[in-house]
């Protein structure tokens, strides 16, 4: 982003983001347009122009705020509510899905943008988006003790990154559908124990 778009107010520079997100979250990169997002904004194309160069710049910070938005928030409950992390893997897992689905409920369209990332045309496009995904995961489960499991760390971790897509594409589809956020906790977590009691008999070492 250019120097010009950190200048913006706060309220302006949250209504070219949340622009971005929704326009993003709805269409995905392929089908997302400049001009969609104009509309969104409601300013100029030559206004959106002086804060960015192109869509692909755009689109890698829209999508570095919406997790850095997630994970700042995560780290922030952690620090206020848990303190200290579990050590174990699968533990961490579980805690954090219960912190994350309070954010997910209040912020749909970061997720929806989330889960769109997931399938990019653009393989510059796809590898710079993961490595965004990878630094911000990893800074909550980066350090998780893996002494025990039965397969690399990075396999683990990796079938950790394929729940997480699962768990928030099942939660998107519910929540279309489900008003009560008691309800779509209650399903979203129960997600979660069976994924991760599955895991616990099948990659942790006797």
């Not at 200048?7 to 209504?15: A, D, F, I, P, V």
């Not at 997910?104 to 990332?117: A, C, G, M, S």
């Not at 990878?134 to 489960?141: G, I, N, Q, T």
Request: proline fraction near 1%; glycine fraction near 4%.
């Amino acid at each position: 982003m250019k120097e010009t778009f950190d200048n913006l107010s706060e309220k302006k520079k949250q209504r070219v983001i949340m622009a971005c997100i929704d326009e993003f979250g709805e269409h995905g990169y392929d089908s997302s347009s400049m001009d969609g997002i104009i509309k969104r904004a409601g300013i100029s194309k030559g206004g959106l122009y002086e804060y960015v160069s192109s869509k692909e710049e755009l689109f890698k910070f829209i999508v570095d705020y919406t997790y850095s938005s997630l994970y700042s928030y995560l780290k922030e409950r952690v620090r206020i509510e848990v303190k200290v992390l579990p050590s174990d893997l699968l533990d961490r897992l579980k805690l954090v899905a219960e912190l994350a689905i309070d954010f997910y409920i209040d912020n749909p369209e970061f997720v929806q943008l989330i889960v769109r990332t997931s399938s990019l045309a653009n393989e510059k496009i796809a590898l710079d988006v993961q490595d965004i995904f990878e630094k911000h995961f990893l800074e909550l489960f980066g350090e998780a003790e893996v002494g025990n499991l039965r397969y690399s760390k990075d396999k683990i971790l990796e079938l950790s990154m394929w729940l997480l897509l699962k768990t928030r594409y099942d939660f998107l589809n519910e929540i279309k559908t489900v008003a009560d956020p008691a309800k779509i906790k209650e399903d979203y977590m129960e997600n979660w124990d069976f994924f991760l009691g599955t895991m616990r008999s099948g990659i942790y070492r006797s």
